[in-house]
């Protein structure tokens, strides 16, 4: 190759460079702006203390992270958090897998089934949270007067402090559910046709060949399904901020909300990153948990 | 066979009564949006409006903004979308057939704004918001979400796919790189960039806390945090609630009925990647 070539490839080859980072500039600015520099100040914010406009007016090395591990109160909010995602996260994907291993056959009008469980996506937490507050009602609200029906009598569900987490749950679920019903729905339609033809000749019934055969099957969805919900439920806000405000009596106080309360409403945006530093070290252990154990017993094929 | 008939029937009610208790929150929201005021204040409501009464939806819209609610959602979620389209489509046509220094880190590092959660960024971003003045804007509710990681991802995978001989022909022709990604990889990648749209749009649409942080004045709220107002409101009767509810939902149902395969495919790409 002449030194002309090569100096004209060389060019060609730099000019690609430049119009590859061209590229990538402007989700790079944002990205850095949003995103990569925020994560750092928050390491930052969460040492100091501020005053309400969030200029930092002391440096206060780990206090933060001291006082919220001596205190009783973050760890209420977070057995709290803990709970909702219990509450919410097996149970969302149980009902929907029933859901979907009910409605995953070629019969008339599974469509419309399968249309009307997926339904749920649209519902923002916004609108679903002032519909179930009306439902919720404790005197005029029709969940109470369909649990007339079985003898159940009233329960003022977001008011009572036994119920409003179960209440927020349960708001929780149904708006999930279209999600997680759809995912699941989607993973049992790639399980071939044929397995089921041949485990019905080896005489497995319906059950056994759901639970053995199309359950590991479905394995890598379902792990999917978990590790996506686990980190949702661990961020919800908008169905407690509008339900419940972290009441009564602290019971629907997770960790999202507390961070939302100190941060903007009473302006301490040093503890609420402290805070938010914790749920991240939390959520991020767990995931790389879920990842090392369950995996391993995730069929892929 | 008459035993698998009824156990067809049997399928066919137990799924009748789920899909009824799955649907029965938005069949309540519309029918007492369109039910009289008299209507709803019984106990027990009734479970169909004796007829469609229209009038909530008008007087809604007279007691609050929805209309302005509507309309600053629009603009914002719209503005996403097409941003996020922009954005994504040009990261990801360098990461699928440019070649460039440190690209496999760049796209490690774009990787990796997906472990960043939220809770850990939004203090940070709503100070610089508050420090560059952009309260209660427009910027300040589209400019943080003009990029996202999960277009670049999707759109990527879908440009990997195209055939190769595409690229090659129009090399020899002599087509550069910027006139390859308008005229052949743009509108062959339509259904990938309709799914990010859909998909995008329907996030932003229905995005609650950080409008809820950065939006004081009425008139620049977004309809997620106007309807949440109108639990407040005292006065409110519920046909109004939700008549307000059923408006803000519209755009949401219209959305899916149009462009329900779009989601779920965006949805299930995630799924697959994830």
Redesign the interface.
């Known amino acids: 190759m002449s030194a002309q070539t090569q100096a004209a490839s060389r060019k060609a080859q730099w000019k690609e460079g430049a119009l590859g980072y061209l590229f990538l500039a402007p989700s790079l600015l944002v990205f850095i702006c949003f995103l990569f520099y925020p994560m750092l100040r928050s390491i930052y914010l969460s040492m100091t203390l501020t005053d309400p406009r969030g200029r930092v007016a002391d440096f206060v090395g780990l206090d933060n992270f001291k006082d919220l591990f001596s205190s009783g109160q973050f760890f209420t909010n977070l057995k709290v958090t803990l709970l909702f995602v219990l509450l919410t996260v097996p149970t969302t994907i149980i009902w929907s897998l029933v859901l979907a291993a009910l409605t995953h056959n070629k019969l008339r009008g599974m469509k419309a089934f399968q249309f009307v469980f997926s339904l749920p996506i649209v519902i923002s937490v916004g609108t679903g949270s002032i519909i179930w507050s009306l439902l919720f009602h404790p005197t005029a609200g029709m969940l109470n007067y369909f649990i007339g029906f079985i003898g159940i009598s009233p329960i003022s569900w977001l008011a009572d402090p036994n119920w409003a987490l179960v209440s927020v749950s349960l708001m929780t679920v149904w708006m999930n559910m279209g999600f997680v019903y759809i995912v699941l729905l989607s993973g049992l339609q790639g399980v071939p046709d044929d397995l089921y033809e041949s485990a019905k000749i080896d005489g497995s019934g319906p059950v056994r060949t759901f639970l053995q055969i199309v359950l590991p099957l479905l394995s890598p969805t379902l792990f999917f399904v978990l590790i996506v919900s686990v980190i949702g439920a661990f961020q919800a806000f908008g169905q407690i901020h509008i339900l419940t405000k972290g009441g009564p009596m602290d019971t629907t106080n997770v960790v999202v909300y507390s961070i939302y309360q100190d941060a903007f409403i009473n302006f301490r945006f040093g503890i609420g990153s402290a805070q938010a530093l914790v749920l991240f070290a939390i959520i991020l252990a767990l995931t790389v948990f879920q990842f090392k154990v369950l995996e391993k017993k995730v069929h892929y094929q | 066979m008459m035993l698998r008939r009824l156990n ?1 029937t049997v ?2 009610i ?2 009748a009564l ?2 009824l208790m ?2 029965y ?2 069949i ?2 519309v029918f007492s949006a369109f039910m009289t005021e008299k209507e709803v204040s019984v ?3 009734p479970l169909f409006p004796h007829h469609l009464y229209w009038g909530n939806f008008a007087k809604a819209v007279q007691t609050i903004p929805i209309l302005r609610f509507l309309l600053n959602s629009l603009i914002v979620s719209a503005a996403i979308m097409a941003c996020q389209a ?3 489509a ?2 990801a ?2 990461f699928s057939f ?4 440190l ?1 496999n880190a ?1 796209f490690l ?2 990787l990796s ?1 997906m ?14 918001i ?2 560059l003045g952009w309260m209660d804007s427009y910027q300040g509710l589209i ?5 996202g ?1 999960f277009g ?1 991802f999707l759109l990527r995978q879908f440009f990997l796919q195209l055939p190769h001989e595409l690229f090659d022909a129009a090399k020899i022709d002599g087509c550069g ?2 006139r390859t990604f308008f005229s052949i990889v743009l509108p062959l990648a339509r259904p990938a960039l309709s799914t990010l749209c859909v998909y995008v749009f ?1 996030n932003h ?2 995005s ?2 950080w409008p ?2 950065i939006t004081n004045k009425p008139t620049m709220r977004t ?3 106007g ?2 107002m ?2 407040h409101e005292e006065v409110m009767a ?1 046909n109004l ?2 008549a307000g ?1 059923s408006l ?2 519209l755009p ?2 219209l ?2 009925a149009l462009g ?1 395969k779009q ?2 495919q965006g ?2 790409a995630g ?1 697959v990647k ?1």
Do not use: C, D, R
Request: charged content about 5%; aromatic content about 16%.
């Open positions: 067809y399928l066919y137990v799924l789920l899909a799955v649907l929150p938005i309540f929201t106990f027990p409501p922009v954005t994504s040009m990261a046509y360098a440019l070649q460039f220094k690209k760049m590092l774009y704004t472990m960043i959660p939220w809770e850990v960024t939004v203090i940070p971003n709503y100070l610089t508050k420090s400019v943080p979400f003009m990029a990681a670049v790189h910027l329907l649409w229905n609650y806390l809820l942080l309809v997620q945090i309807v949440a109108l639990q519920w609630i939700l509810v803000v939902l949401s149902f959305l899916l329900v989601l779920i949805i299930t799924a994830g």
